[in-house]
């Protein structure tokens, strides 16, 4: 290349300036316009001038003192992304464990891949409005159903009752997701060397054994790519409980990222409440990410570090024997 | 031994039979609500309340007419989301196998920090600028445009995360070298060369960021107010509003009509969409 003397590396700045570029106007900016905002008391349609608070930190401090709302929204973020998470990640390791075990030998695995992913696909409102739709009281669908089986006798509301309604929410998350979980885990079996899996055969391992001492530790990194990223979306978690019930019953659903469409967008305007409340938000999702991180890394290097003495050692050993 | 043999026979079977009685569980949990929401569009409220039934009755085309009636316009939503889906989408591939191809290819300095840099993007929530890129938009006077919700997926740090990858483990240099040895210039090598090359990562980052940008309900929500802007999950949520109270046939009947497009297209792309999803997840 050099002899030449074309220098291509110039390429590299050019091909990546228009990602550049469009971030820097519409990520970065306006993430510092929404933090300097959230120090600011813009408030109201018409535009006034504004000016940064005498104590910088009020919108902060009020959020995160006064603002029982606000607390519950976060409380309610993290309710229902583990009510969803920990049932998902679940049923999502045994469908996996099952779907990539070849002595069972599942038929119709394709079938089943393309049915369980399918709610995945579907706009998130239409499904919101779907299940508020099939949970109407005091007829509706679900209700039919219930009075059909025998499982009650009077029609239940399930959408005037906190734990019914949360449930619900935390369910249609689960039930959208653990499809897309699912396809991601077994392909991650797929990448595993096959060669493990016939030495534990050789070995007499057992399906639990294999699954445990295997399946398990291989998946971590995808485990924790699963694990940011429905963590980012749980905290972001705004279609469903907004179009299911607005919040409602009593708070009860009402999540961060509603919290902050309520504030700013919906008739009261609270620019500066909102931005707080969106950099509070990101700073958590900043904070939990980096501890991921830092969580599995940490025990990528410790094991890497063992691994090398036991083998430094060997090595001695070997020569020694030599 | 025999008869050990033969007892696990036995269990497998008993598993297996287990795991079909789950597995089609959850199939038939998968299809049920979306089989009651087709079903339930073609009846009429009357027989909705009257409980639940899982064969189509035949009021389809007067639930269809209430629907329209109402001023809902399931045609122009769909035609404004499939402006925005589009472009957005184009914009999407183009700008991250650019930007992926500008990190495998070239040896420049900021290689690895801008790598770096993009793993750290990857994480941030749309959520947190929303409040500052809605002050940005109205300054620009571009609420209620088409632009603030497509410009913006230029940059899209997974889909370059993702082209790298693809390419890193495709890219060979000798074509490179080969079309410079012809004459041909850099951008040209990429558009050419480089970009049909990379057509199986294209066309499944393409789907994602098609159903991605189609189900976008949050921005366009505080962006776009006036209603003939407004795009399908916006038309959906419509839905649940005062103007259909009592007419559920009708409001099965949008449900219906907003997702049936997406039901094709999954159908017909479900193998390539199960595959991209397989790819995509094992980011390492």
């Given amino acids: ?322 | 031994m025999e008869k050990i043999k033969k007892s696990s026979a036995v269990n497998t079977k008993i598993s297996k039979t287990i795991i079909y009685i789950i597995c089609i569980f959850l199939a038939v949990l998968s299809i049920l609500p979306f089989w009651i929401m087709f079903v339930n569009a073609t009846r009429s409220t009357p027989e909705i309340q009257s409980g639940l039934s899982l064969l189509p009755s035949s009021h389809l085309s007067r639930n269809l007419h209430v629907l329209l009636d109402k001023s809902f316009d399931p045609l122009h939503g769909f035609l404004n989301s499939l402006i925005i889906s589009t472009f957005a989408t184009l914009c999407t591939v183009y700008f991250s196998s650019l930007a992926a191809y500008g990190l495998v290819t070239y040896k420049w300095k900021l290689r690895k920090p801008f790598f770096t840099f993009i793993i750290c993007v990857m994480m941030i929530p749309s959520q947190a600028s929303a409040i500052g890129f809605y002050q940005f938009m109205y300054k620009l006077h571009w609420t209620n445009s088409f632009l603030p919700l497509i410009l913006p997926a230029i940059a899209a740090p997974a889909v370059v995360f993702f082209m790298r990858q693809y390419l890193l483990a495709t890219l060979s240099h000798e074509i490179v070298e080969a079309s410079r040895v012809d004459g041909s210039g850099e951008i040209k090598t990429f558009n050419r060369i480089i970009l049909p090359l990379m057509m199986p990562a294209v066309a499944t980052q393409a789907i994602f960021a098609f159903v991605a940008n189609w189900n976008n309900l949050f921005m366009p929500m505080i962006l776009l107010t006036r209603k003939e802007k407004y795009t399908m999950p916006i038309m959906v949520s419509l839905l649940k509003g005062d103007i259909y109270k009592m007419e559920f046939g009708s409001i099965y009947m949008g449900l219906a009509l907003t997702s049936l497009p997406l039901f094709v297209v999954y159908f017909l792309l479900s193998r390539y969409i199960i595959a991209g999803v397989a790819l995509g997840g094992v980011k390492e």
Avoid at chain 1, 87 to 116: D, M
Avoid at chain 1, 186 to 209: K, T
Avoid at chain 1, 247 to 265: E, K, N, R, V, W
Wanted: glycine fraction near 8%; charge should be positive; hydrophobic fraction near 50%.
């Fill in chain 1, 1 to 322: 290349m050099r002899r030449k003397g074309v220098n291509y590396s110039k390429f590299g700045y050019i091909f990546t300036f228009p990602f550049v570029l469009a971030f820097l106007i519409f990520s970065l900016y306006p993430i510092l316009y929404t933090a300097f905002i959230g120090f600011t008391n813009m408030q109201g349609l018409i535009p006034k001038p504004i000016h940064i608070l005498d104590n910088p930190f009020q919108n902060f401090k009020d959020l995160l003192f006064d603002n029982p709302s606000f607390r519950k929204s976060l409380i309610n973020t993290g309710v229902l992304w583990i009510l969803n998470f920990v049932p998902q990640i679940i049923l999502a390791l045994l469908l996996t464990a099952w779907f990539t075990n070849a002595r069972l030998n599942i038929k119709g695995k394709g079938l089943f891949k393309v049915l369980l992913y399918m709610p995945n696909i579907i706009t998130a409102s239409t499904i919101a409005v779907l299940f508020s739709t099939l949970f109407a009281y005091p007829v509706g669908p679900v209700n039919s159903l219930f009075d059909m089986m025998g499982w009650s006798h009077a029609p239940i509301n399930f959408l005037q009752d906190k734990s019914t309604a949360r449930g619900i929410v935390a369910f249609i998350q689960f039930w959208m997701w653990y499809g897309n979980t699912m396809i991601i885990l077994i392909a991650g079996v797929m990448g595993i060397n096959p060669a493990l899996f016939e030495s534990a055969a050789i070995d007499g391992a057992n399906g639990f054994q294999t699954f445990f001492r295997i399946t398990l530790p291989s998946l971590r990194t995808i485990l924790l790519f699963t694990l940011i990223t429905s963590m980012v979306g749980g905290l972001t978690m705004f279609d469903i409980p907004q179009l299911f019930l607005a919040g409602g019953p009593d708070d009860s659903t009402l999540t961060t990222s509603m919290f902050i469409y309520g504030q700013a967008f919906k008739g009261s305007y609270l620019y500066n409440r909102a931005a707080a409340a969106s950099m509070i938000m990101f700073v958590i999702s900043g904070i939990l990410s980096g501890f991921l991180f830092y969580l599995m890394r940490d025990r990528d290097e410790a094991k890497l570090k063992k691994a090398q003495k036991t083998y430094r050692k060997a090595a001695k050993a070997a020569v020694r024997e030599v």
